[in-house]
């Protein structure tokens, strides 16, 4: 007889079973780790399922916190560097893990060593897609740079053609809240990070099944998260597991062509490639500026659809490179699920950029200020920095364990003069002294995080001329000095608000969101 008091073997079982809404979940002991939205909508979830659940966190925001008490799930506010007493005393038979919680965590290393099986939110999701009917089919989207607005795109495309479609995940709505609407949903497009893909198994009953998937592209990212680039890539792989229809990926990027070559799929699925140069018969590319789709047209070997041109993009604030790319690789999805291409290019007509992606703050005497705070490591700023030709970049924060020496040696001859913020400026000093030694470089170093972007601001007006752009495209994340990049793009705004006053025109580019 075993002495592991969870009894795991009996457990598993158990688990095994639970491939649905209306499988029997009552009473099972899960814990839940972290209280985000993320965990909470978990929390929430399998409280609603009645489950015995308790919720483990470091920080407990009181709102969340007293929702628990009034959904029936318990809740440890404790130093987590160690296991909990009432996490023990609890028994769980389950873990579901919030995206923040790294592989080494010592609650997780404490459940493998117990044999407790972890979830991520986005298997439970799946476990219980069924919940009000026919599951909705599910597009992923992952990749280093680009989802958010590939997701958007892809789900208002998708909108557009008549579907009833929710865009989730990654991108701040939890993939539970989406699969407990009470009126469904023909097609769920999610956004997931690498830190969820890294929780997905790719066999089993808990394994998705994809109508179609992209990694829009891979660069060294997260590392402190993974351990390894090479971990990184293994858990950005798992997006094309068990895909059905289509496996989209970049033909520019050999690391996703090589994702999809290895990757176990349904029969009949596809491998649909999107770039920038010419397309072949199973791809999406441009043609003379024509953005053109040869791959869901039975005479893709003679002949292609358009869908929109270079031109037209770029009047919608739309044309640089990257975006073109996030374009194609949504049309290849939309275009999967039988959608005509004339909607595609009635959607670009109209569709806007998320705020704090290349958005154009104020243009005052020739100098754009542009806010890109999204670009949160060095492949997103890359992608920004070349959409221009003369550039004051404000660059910093958090480097996240990745190197910052090849990206500045590759846009030091586009640099006007280079602003640094955050705490990790040791490496971008020693780079710029490295590769651009008479370039103009100053650090803000301001403790109160209210001064930051005020003294930035000034320093980059000083190096600027006629005809250059201003760019926030930190390379970096956020949180040493700012609550996300969504904060530090505003108080850039406003801080280069204040510094114009009232020398901006008040003009923006088409298709920002100034």
Known sequence: MSNNPYDTHSGHRRLDGLISWHADWTGLRVAVLGLGVTGFAAADTLAELGADVLVVAGNAPD?????????????????????????????PELLVVSPGFHPDHPLLLWAAAAGIPVWGDIELAWRLRDKVGAPAEWILVTGTNGKTTTVQLTATILAAAGHRVAPCGNIGVPVLDAVRDPLGWDVLV?????????????????????????????????????GSAAAYREAKA????????????????????TMVEDAEVREGAR??????????????????????????????????IELTTVPELRARGLGAAHLVADILA?????????????????????????????????????????????????????????AFDSVVWLVGGLLKGVDIDHLVSTHVPRLRGAVIIGVDRDALRAAFLRHAPGLPVFEIDAADTGQ???????????????????????????????????????????????YLGGEADGETAPGSNA
């Not at 999406?284 to 053109?292: M, Q, R």
């Open 330 to 386: 949504a049309s290849a999805l939309a275009r999967s699920f039988d959608v005509d291409a004339p909607i595609i290019h009635d959607v670009l007509e109209t569709f806007q950029l998320d705020e704090h992606r290349i958005e154009i703050v104020a243009d005052a005497a020739g100098i754009r200020w542009i806010d890109d705070s999204k670009a949160t490591n060095p492949h997103a700023a890359d992608a920004s920095l070349a």
């Open 238 to 257: 798992t997006v094309y597991a068990n895909t059905k229809i289509a496996c989209v990926y970049n033909k520019d990027d050999e690391a996703t062509r």
């Open 452 to 498: 930051v972007m005020p003294n930035a601001v000034a320093a980059a007006a000083g190096i600027a001329e006629s005809g250059d752009v201003v760019l926030l495209a930190p390379a970096a994340a956020s949180m040493d000095q700012f609550s996300d990049y969504a904060a530090r793009g505003r108080l850039f705004a406003e801080a280069v608000h204040d």
């Open 190 to 226: 999610v956004e997931l990070s690498s830190y969820q893909l890294h929780h997905l198994p790719r066999t089993g009953p808990g394994a998705l099944v994809p109508w179609a998937s992209v990694c829009l592209n891979i660069a060294d990212d997260h590392l402190d998260w993974h």
């Open 271 to 304: 491998a649909i490639g999107f770039g920038l140069g010419v397309p072949g018969p199973s791809d999406l590319g441009v043609v003379d500026g024509i953005l053109c789709d040869r791959a869901f047209l039975e005479e893709r070997f003679d002949t292609a």
């Open 63 to 91: 709102d969340r916190a007293r929702l628990l008490g009034v959904i029936g799930a318990g809740l440890v506010q404790a130093d987590l560097s160690e296991v909990p007493a009432e996490l023990a005393a609890h028994r």
